[in-house]
């Protein structure tokens, strides 16, 4: 079942706003170009921003989610339906014949057990055409963000604008790696509601992350730094093997 920060409808309503500017997504375009991709899939694509962005460039694009609210945010960004919208997660979808697959926003993360792991890598595998890509960012575990994270307990304060102003915080709640879980609390300041959302997500190595990709159909073909994120991050770009 998706988090509450993705799923819950008042959530999905402020996601944008407290997720800020998405700059980082350009780099992802620059990469759709550098592999010459037009037909993209963006799994966990959220409220849409990527696909969007993609759709925007000319590309046909397929954004699959498993929440039902996160995506209809995202239907609402593309009004004139360019975009193939699915609720649902990639082990169901048929064979797109994509010439590139992404996950942004370390969606990577949320795969916790190896088995749900493995099914995702199947799943993007059969929906890539022959030498088709795949590219996503993971966190690297040696940054330790989570120690970040359980430092900064600081509130967020955001006047968002058809709801009013709305109260963030933040709080790590168990640190068992290679997992580690945290607490949002959002306190709707119009009329005091308070919602939370619970988060559980997994820190692979690089080694292991590119062990994972071999044995299940892909060749690593390169290794990046998140370009407005040096250092806290791996950006994988890797090549189904036919």
């Not at 966190?139 to 109260?167: C, K, M, N, S, Y």
Request: net charge negative; glycine share 8%.
């Amino acid at each position: 079942m998706p988090d509450a920060i993705f799923a819950h409808p008042r959530l999905v309503s402020v996601y944008d706003a407290f997720d800020g500017d998405r700059t980082d997504l350009l780099a992802y375009l620059g990469i759709a170009d550098e592999l010459g991709a037009n037909r993209v899939l963006d799994i966990g694509c959220g409220t849409g921003c990527l696909a969007v962005l993609l759709a925007d460039s000319g590309r046909t694009v397929v954004g699959v989610d498993p929440a039902a609210a996160s995506i209809e945010v995202a239907k609402s960004k593309d009004p004139a339906a360019r975009i193939t919208w699915v609720h649902g997660d990639v082990t169901a979808l048929p064979a797109l014949d994509v010439d590139l697959a992404v996950m942004t926003g370390n969606v990577a993360q949320v795969f916790l057990s190896d088995d749900s792991w493995t099914q995702t890598l199947r799943g993007i595998r059969e929906a890539l055409r022959p030498d088709g890509h795949l590219v996503f960012e993971t966190r690297r575990p040696a940054r330790r963000a989570w120690t970040d994270w359980a430092a900064d307990t600081d509130p967020v304060i955001l006047d968002v604008p058809g709801t009013g102003p709305v109260e963030q915080r933040r709080e790590v709640t168990d640190v068992s790696l290679p997992c580690v879980s945290f607490r949002f609390t959002y306190r709707f300041l119009s009329d005091g509601m308070v919602v939370t959302s619970d988060s559980t997500i997994r820190f692979r190595g690089r080694d292991e992350v590119e062990s994972t990709l071999i044995a299940h159909g892909f060749r690593v073909l390169d290794v990046r730094e998140a370009p407005d994120r040096p250092g806290r991050e791996f950006v994988f770009i890797a090549e189904r093997t036919t």
